[in-house]
């Protein structure tokens, strides 16, 4: 399990997204997850941390006082922890993983580099994904956002790696092709080349159907 979280009970400026979703963090299920992290000791190695671990510097007092407490948050306070293991090497000895989605539903850049370093991802069973060519249990893992079906879900392919390893090889197969600098770099040119707007990234019908039988 990777990830940050930010509690937004202290920053007014987030009051409109807290009150149209009705929540207190932008990940929630990150949240969760970090709160229950002793209680699924058994099944789920987290390294899921709060965005601000330690209490912050104040920023009151005169103009050279905020500068240099607001260097001191970014520099030595955020994700400190965060930063202090290897990524990679967390994504390559998973056989599977989770970046929880924001509440919107859209997921951080690690979905992309653990399906690259050939892990299984874990997400949500969203349209988003189907829009870039993701399907469900054939590319990633799928469950409906509750930690119950999250552990469930965990279970299963612990006990069935054959499928596991199917949706790993899938996933990273995926991602060497569909995610790489020079593809990506390219698909956004050609979307910035357009008259209307559209995205490159979204698949017509005709690979969704093609997907849909590689599926079967």
């Known amino acids: ?20 979703f009705e929540i207190e963090t932008i990940h929630p299920m990150r949240k969760i997850i970090y709160e229950n992290a002793n209680d699924m000791k058994d099944i789920i190695y987290s390294k899921i941390s709060d965005y601000n671990e330690v209490e912050l510097k104040s920023v009151n007092g005169g ?25 990679v090497a967390e994504y390559n000895n998973a ?16 979905f992309v580099e653990g399906m690259a370093c050939g892990s299984a991802y874990i997400g949500l069973d969203d349209p988003m994904y189907k829009d870039i060519g993701l399907l469900p ?9 509750t930690l119950s079906d999250l552990k469930i879900k965990i279970r299963y392919y612990q006990d069935n790696n054959a499928e596991l390893e199917k ?15 020079e593809h990506v770099a390219q698909k956004l040119y050609n979307d910035l080349m357009k008259s209307e707007i559209s995205s490159s990234f979204v698949i017509n019908n005709k690979k969704d159907n093609v997907l849909k039988d590689i599926a079967k």
């Open 167 to 181: 949706i790993a090889k899938r996933g990273y197969e995926f991602a060497k092709e569909n995610f790489n600098g």
């Open 1 to 20: 399990m990777l990830g940050t979280y930010e509690n937004l009970k202290d920053h007014p400026r987030y009051k409109g997204l807290k009150d149209f």
């Open 63 to 87: 103009v050279i006082i905020k500068i240099y407490n607001r260097l001191y948050n970014t520099f030595f306070v955020k994700q400190t922890n965060y930063f202090k293991f290897d990524i």
């Open 95 to 110: 056989k599977m993983f989770i970046v929880p989605e924001e509440a919107n539903n859209l997921p951080g850049i690690g």
């Open 137 to 145: 249990e054939v590319h990633y893992i799928s469950y409906d956002g």
